[in-house]
Nanobody, 114 residues
Framework: QVQFVESGGGLVQPGGSLRLSCAASGFDFSQFVLGWYRQAPGKERELIGYIPRRGNTVYKDDVEGRFTISRDNANSVLFLQMNSLRPEDTAVYYC????????WGQGTQVTVSS
């Protein structure tokens, strides 16, 4: 059974940083494109970036240059380093497989506020 467990969220001031982790299980992690999503209050969940098996990571325009996705295939963990955080980054963050989506994890709440 495919599972994702996100962690690392919290309350941070504008301009601050957070590093999110996503522990995956139930599939061959190294063989899949993996992505980070977020859902802000009152909005639909959106894909903010993904990392292929090999090659360049792709980001949504408003996080490009601030967020970095990386992966640890040996331990089946996906990371999201978030820098220069803005209030509009406030959301619940999730990970999943963009091209073969599985059930969603519980997500991790990120709140950017002074």
């Amino acid at each position: 059974q495919v599972q994702f467990v996100e962690s690392g969220g919290g309350l941070v001031q504008p301009g601050g940083s957070l590093r999110l982790s996503c522990a995956a299980s139930g599939f061959d992690f190294s063989q899949f494109v993996l992505g980070w999503y977020r859902q802000a209050p009152g909005k639909e969940r959106e894909l903010i970036g993904y990392i292929p098996r090999r090659g360049n990571t792709v980001y949504k325009d408003d996080v490009e240059g601030r967020f970095t996705i990386s992966r640890d295939n040996a331990n089946s963990v996906l990371f999201l380093q978030m820098n220069s955080l803005r209030p509009e980054d406030t959301a619940v963050y999730y990970c999943n497989r963009p091209y073969s989506r599985a059930s969603w994890g519980q997500g991790t709440q990120v709140t950017v506020s002074s």
